[in-house]
């Protein structure tokens, strides 16, 4: 059964190169992000590991824990952060999950049951395997986005989501396209003129439907 937007993730223990523990333990009362990778010491995926290593600030900025799932074992997953750091110029904090049995990758829906890992694979055995998740701190499912191997992910662009989904959360709005912190929010239908405005001071009526306002400070 596919993994839907706010779909409890599957609570599995996993194996990773900082030890064995429970996805749902793990979350805690934290935001999450997991990112997936089809084979470890690859071009794309390595820049990308890179990237969400020299994010660590940034995501703890944000009360959000980042754990990486790559189709190979513990060991090569140790050897592979070497590589990692080298190309992120600092370390990778973050643990990666050792999906070589398939678990994770099949109970997020990006590798069919019957999926399995034949002897001398290649990444194209498992390209499924490039998916971005969300998790909010109810274990639920907020956002996924998924890329072929052949194009690198915009972990800037998983940030401004992930601040977009925090904001909606906490301030009970919803947020335009390129929507970024400090700007305008859309205020929902459901709220009337009156109550908006004494909300928020006032509101831009852009179509019957759609009024804009900003935070309060």
């Not at 980042?66 to 952060?81: A, F, M, T």
């Not at 498992?126 to 992910?153: C, E, H, N, Q, W």
Request: charged content about 25%; overall charge negative; some cysteine.
């Amino acid at each position: 059964m596919s993994l839907r937007i706010n779909d409890t993730i599957p609570d599995l223990t996993v194996t990773t190169d900082q030890g064995e523990f429970s996805l749902h333990e793990w979350i805690g009362d934290s935001w999450a992000v997991l990112f997936s990778h089809p084979k470890d010491f690859t071009p794309v995926c390595t820049t990308e590991f890179g990237a969400v290593a020299q994010l660590s600030d940034e995501w703890e900025a944000r009360g959000t824990k980042v754990i990486g799932v790559s189709v190979d074992g513990v060991e090569d997953h140790k050897k592979w952060k070497g590589d990692i750091e080298v190309v992120a110029g600092r370390p990778a904090g973050f643990p990666i999950i050792a999906d070589d049995g398939l678990e994770v990758s099949k109970a997020f829906d990006m590798l069919p049951a019957e999926a399995y890992l034949p002897d001398g694979r290649t990444p194209a055995d498992s390209a499924t395997v490039r998916s971005v998740f969300i998790i909010g701190p109810d274990k639920k499912l907020k956002l996924s986005m998924t890329y072929p191997m052949t194009v690198g992910r915009n972990f800037a662009e998983v940030l401004r989501a992930l601040d977009a989904l925090q904001t909606s959360t906490k301030e009970g709005v919803a947020t335009p396209a390129n929507w970024a912190p400090g700007q305008d929010v859309i205020v929902p239908v459901a709220v009337s003129d009156d109550d908006a405005i004494a909300k928020y001071g006032s509101i831009d009526t852009v179509l019957p439907y759609l009024r804009k306002a900003k935070l309060p400070a």
